[in-house]
């Protein structure tokens, strides 16, 4: 289970013309809960503080007010754990051109922890979904971006992770491709692990998501099934929730 409570966060960044502070509220109490065996989808428009709330849950940045709790660890208290029960996607993927992917994965086992031979077997295991095993001892530097993000998405599972999080796993992904991470989404859902994805991708998440928050001006919206939500709204497709968040400003 992952329990957000009333998180905020707030950023402070220079303007260099006016040179004075500005103080950006990226997340304004947001709470919402993830159970095993469940896809959750966080949407909003860019800059809504998608990446920040799943920075907070991965442990990665605190927040000022509120709490997170992964599987009973407290993000603020308890971040190794956190990070150990973990398997977080960014979008800056950290991939490493020297290392094959096998390497990669070895050198991150290793980190994590993991029994080396566990470690080999589950990152085959994952290329293989992925199909990229063909590709597993070739050096990364001539990867392309689309075989990158595999590479990241094998290394976020490979500590077998309960909880999931993947900030925009199919972004500059071809079709093809895009729906084996999607089918690695539903089997991830089928073990049991708690999910969160966040996407653009509004389609996608009409069919794989089981309940989709909607970040608007620092808050949450929606927080249910995709059916409810757009009952809620009276629209039949997400684009037009976001059109009537958008004109409302966010007080639909
Ligand atoms: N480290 C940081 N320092 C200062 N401001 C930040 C930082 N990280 C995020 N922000 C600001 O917080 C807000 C939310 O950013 P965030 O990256 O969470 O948005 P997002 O919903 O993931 O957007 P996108 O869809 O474009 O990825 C933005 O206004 C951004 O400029
Ligand atoms: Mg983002």
Do not use: W
């Not at 402070?12 to 065996?37: C, E, L, M, W």
């Not at 949407?43 to 799943?54: D, E, I, R, V």
């Amino acid at each position: 289970m992952i329990r957000v409570v009333d998180i905020h966060k707030t950023f402070t960044v220079k303007d260099k013309k006016t040179r004075k502070n500005k103080i950006i509220d990226a997340v304004k109490g947001i709470s919402f809960q993830v159970k095993p065996g469940e896809i959750y989808g966080l949407l909003g428009p860019n800059g809504a503080g998608k990446s920040t709330t799943l920075r907070m849950i991965a442990g990665l940045m605190e927040p000022q007010r509120g709490s997170i709790e992964v599987f009973g660890y407290d993000t603020k208290t308890s971040s190794e754990k956190v990070r150990g029960n973990l398997g977080f996607l960014s979008t800056d993927l950290g991939v490493y051109g020297r290392f094959s992917p096998r390497e990669l994965l070895r050198i991150f086992g290793e980190f994590q922890g993991v029994d080396a031979a566990v470690a080999e077997r589950r990152g085959m295991y994952l290329l293989d979904k992925l199909d990229l095993t063909s590709f597993a001892d070739v050096k990364m530097e001539s990867f392309s971006s689309g075989q990158k993000q595999k590479v990241s998405i094998a290394r976020a599972l490979l500590h077998d992770p309960r909880a999931v999080l993947f900030d925009e796993p199919t972004t500059g992904l071809d079709v093809l491709t895009a729906k084996t991470v999607l089918d690695l989404l539903k089997i991830m859902k089928e073990e049991e692990r708690a999910v969160i994805v966040s996407t653009h991708v509004l389609p996608m998440v009409e069919q794989l998501c089981d309940r989709v928050g909607i970040i608007f001006n620092g808050k949450l919206h929606g927080d249910a099934s995709p059916k409810e939500i757009l009952a809620q709204y009276g629209v039949t497709t997400l684009d037009e929730v976001f059109f009537k968040l958008a004109a409302d400003g966010g007080e639909v």
